[in-house]
């Protein structure tokens, strides 16, 4: 009997979908680009017929596919009807960080007949609205780079990630650059005492020692540790019951440089203890050195 489970791989143009499912084909999946969706049930039953079953089957579907892209929602229904398991991973961008790429690579949209990038942008995160709401697995690829994205889908879909009942990331991230956009939970470190205000400790960041002694000494700290360490105990089952296989935990400081990645530090150890596997992810870290803003 075959496991089968489709892979869909979808999002915004520019996000990165070229390089996640190259990511895939090196972990030795079954990779098909740009398929339309009407041929989704029909390829489904291919893959687990004859001699040769694939297991591990990733195939992308977006916006490229014009007219035929509507079809898709249809295709999910069948595949539901014959059995087929599928998982959704979606991959999105800030709009400022996707014009960048579209001007770098002097690549065309694909609704470049539709107006101006920005509108052709806008309008394809519109469409793609119901999508992203069904979709397992969600990474925001504005902060990472083809090789810092390769290392998240290794993360998720690598050997022995089928043991893992809940893969977390843990991010701690600046209120001053705004919140992740694939976030799940985010939570708002800022009435914890800030280090930015201690000459000594202004230029060094959450993972020095000094910065992680002044931030856990203060009561409040050590008081939202264990709090939050309840809620999530109580959360997490829940979400594995209810077939969530990734979640995005983002902790918030003004800058974040400080107090977001000391907690993130110390949550993240505290789950991977735990039966979940865990990737702590700095965003804004060195931001606040590059900008000189305020901590």
Sequence with gaps: MSNLIFHIITGLSGAGKTHAIRALEDLSFFCVDNLPPALLPRFAE??????????DVAVVIDIRGGQFFDDLFQAL???KKQGTQYEILFLEASTEVLIK???????????????????EILLERKRMEGLRGIANKIIDTSELSPKELK????????????KVKLHITMMSFG????????????????FIPNPYYIDSLRALTGCDREVQEYVC???????????????????????VE???????????CTGGQHRSVVLANCLGERLSS?????????????KQQQNQGRG
Excluded: W
Excluded at 243 to 248: D, P, Q
């Design 151 to 162: 290392t998240q889908i290794a993360d998720l879909y690598g050997p022995y990630n089928d």
């Design 101 to 119: 790429r579209f001007k770098e690579t002097r690549r065309r949209h694909p609704l470049a007949s539709q107006g101006p990038l920005l509108e």
């Design 217 to 239: 000494q203060s009561p409040l700290t050590e008081e939202f540790l264990r709090k939050y360490e309840d809620t999530l105990s109580f959360l997490l089952p829940h979400y």
């Design 77 to 79: 229904d069948e595949l």
């Design 274 to 286: 735990q039966e979940y596997r865990v990737m702590i992810r700095h965003r804004d870290i060195f």
């Design 46 to 55: 291919l893959c687990v017929q004859g001699e040769s079953v694939l297991n």
């Design 242 to 252: 209810e077939g969530k296989t990734h979640l995005v935990i983002a902790i918030g």
């Design 175 to 190: 209120y001053k650059y705004g919140i992740p956009l694939d976030a799940d939970l985010v939570v708002d470190v800022r």
